[in-house]
Structures are given as C-alpha cells and as structure tokens.
C-alpha cells in the first residue's frame, strides 16, 4: 500500500506546488553527468563507431544509475524512519512529473500574448521551444504552444506515470525507480538526441532508446484521450492517416490525437537557427488555435493523468496485497 500512496502524494505535490524555482531537481543532476560524458567523448573519440559505443554506454550508465541511485535514497531514508522514505520517495517521484510545469510555461506565454504584447510572448516562448521566435505571428505562437502542451503531455507527464504504475506493481522497486529511469531517458533525448552534428552518432542510442521507451505509453494516451474526447473512432482515424507521416514514431501521434480533438491543424512550416523545416500538417484546420483551445488541451492532459491513476489504484486494491 505505501507505493500507492506515494503515488498518490507524487501527484497531488505536482498539481499544489510543481518544482519550485531554485530547488535542486534530479534532472540536473542528470543534465550535468550528460554533458561531462558528451564533452569527454567527443574530445576522446573520433569516429562514429566510437561515438556510438559512447553513446550506448553513457544511455546505458545514466538510465539504469538513475533508477539505482533513487532506490538506494529511498531505502537509505526509510532505513532512518518510514515516514522519511515516504516523503523522500515522493518529493522524487513528483519530480518526474511536469504536469504543473506545463501548464505554468503554457500560462506564461498566453498571458502577454492575449494581451496584445507580441514581442514579449515571442521571448518567453524561446524559453520553451527550439524553434527561432523572433518573427512568430500571433496565430504561430499559439500553434507552437499548443504543439509544445501535446508533445510534452506524453513525455513529460504520462509516460512518467506510466513507468510509475508498472514500478507500483514490481516488487521491492515501487514507482519511483523506474519513472526517474525514464526520465534519464528523457533527458538524454532532449539533451543529445539530435541527428545533427557533434551528436550524430553519440546520440543514436539515446534517441531510439526514448522512442521504444515511449512508444507504449504514448499509444495508451492516445486511446485514453480518444476516449475521454467522445468520439474515439472519428480521432483515431484522423491519428491513423494524419500522424504516420511524422518522422517521429511518438510525437507525431501525441500533436495529432490534441488536434483531432480540438478540431485544429498542427504543424506546418518551422524555423530552426534561420533554416526552414516543414512538419506534417496534422488534424484539420475547423477551428484557429485560441487560448480556450490550449486551456481545453490542459484540462484533457489532467483528465487523462487522473483516469490512470484512477485506474492504477483500483487494480492495486482489487490485486491481493503486495507488500
């Protein structure tokens, strides 16, 4: 019953306070050993079978050490007293989640943004996406919010849960071990992920590791939101012909099952560093892409969040006792 309510606590830390600014989080901590690897790897090797064998590595270390070292900080705490390792355990675990942080960075750009104040809506948004800002329209900015809440709504906040509830299943580890496992893998994807130059062959492993790690958990999303939405069968056929034609086999899917829905078009032209990129249109342009819009994508993220913790717990307390 303690991973139940640790998950339970995780959840209700995320949405009351999130990751409060200046706190120490385990992503950096991930972030610092990514880039002292990259740095000494790309220094050390020279060739792409090297940078490979790096990269395998380095996934390999930061993934499986990241799981190992939360687990020994949890047992270590409850070894001092049990109620130190439950809230260890949670403060952990919560921090996986990026539930309230999506929202927070969503409001931040909306808010100058419905108030008329382009330039300042363009630099906060920088703060969020990889795509140049400087000369975004009006309508661009909300369509790179709303790309930004659907792509994250995956990686960020379910595939984290996700991770959580089969670690609440497997004995000894709880879920905790296994979400910040898969959020090194996270990390390592955004951090050195890239099919460009220096991270070409260092980051091959990380990438396809995130997308194997995430392909399940996006799907069940994706059905999970079909569902709550109320027309699953009209959203899965237009996921069916519209998110396929994504390079990615994950956020292709997660962009367009919130376009289906909301009955807008994602994708389109992007600008990367002054180069031009175009992105699979995805969904059908019924409606522009306004504030309302992005706050129903939030609300549909928490909804799905809760179904599966909703469900989580009531297979856990149907299940004879585990612990």
């Known amino acids: 019953m303690t991973s139940v309510v640790v998950l339970i606590i995780a959840a209700l830390l995320d949405y009351l306070i999130g990751d409060p600014w200046g706190w120490p989080h385990p992503v950096q901590f991930m972030g610092w050993v990514i880039s002292r690897f990259t740095k000494f790897s790309l220094q050390l090797c020279q060739n792409s079978l090297t940078q490979r064998l790096a ?36 403060i952990l675990l919560a921090s996986c989640f990026a539930g309230r942080s999506l929202r927070a960075a969503a409001v931040a750009v909306l808010q100058p943004l419905t108030a008329g104040d382009l330039a300042e809506a363009r630099k906060i948004l ?46 000894v580890v709880g879920p905790t071990p296994l979400a910040l496992a898969y959020k090194a893998s996270s990390t390592l994807d955004s951090m050195v992920g890239y099919r460009e130059a220096p991270y070409t062959y260092l980051g091959w492993f990380s990438a396809r590791l995130e997308d194997c790690l995430t392909w399940l958990p996006c799907r069940l999303t994706v059905i999970t939101l079909a569902l709550l939405s109320g027309k699953p069968i009209s959203v899965w056929q237009i996921c069916g012909r519209d998110a396929i034609t994504d390079p990615s086999p994950n956020s292709g899917w997660s962009e367009c099952v919130y376009a289906a829905i909301l009955g807008v078009q994602l994708g389109g032209t992007n600008w990367y560093r002054g180069v031009a990129k175009q992105k699979p249109l995805l969904g059908d342009a019924i409606y522009p892409i306004t504030a309302t819009c992005i706050q129903n994508a939030l609300r549909l993220t928490r909804d799905c969040f809760l179904v599966w913790l909703e469900v989580a717990i009531a297979i856990f307390l149907i299940l004879p006792n585990r612990e």
């Open 55 to 90: 990269g395998i590595v380095l996934g390999i270390i930061l993934i499986i050490g990241s799981g190992v070292v939360g687990f020994l900080i949890i047992q270590s705490a409850r070894w001092v007293h049990p109620l130190l390792g439950v809230a260890i355990d949670s």
């Open 126 to 171: 920088s703060n969020y996406v990889g795509r140049d800002t400087q000369n975004l329209s009006e309508p661009e900015i909300s369509r790179a919010i709303l790309e930004t809440v659907a792509e994250n709504a995956t990686d960020g906040v379910m595939a984290p849960l996700f991770y959580a509830i089969v670690g609440v299943f497997v004995p």
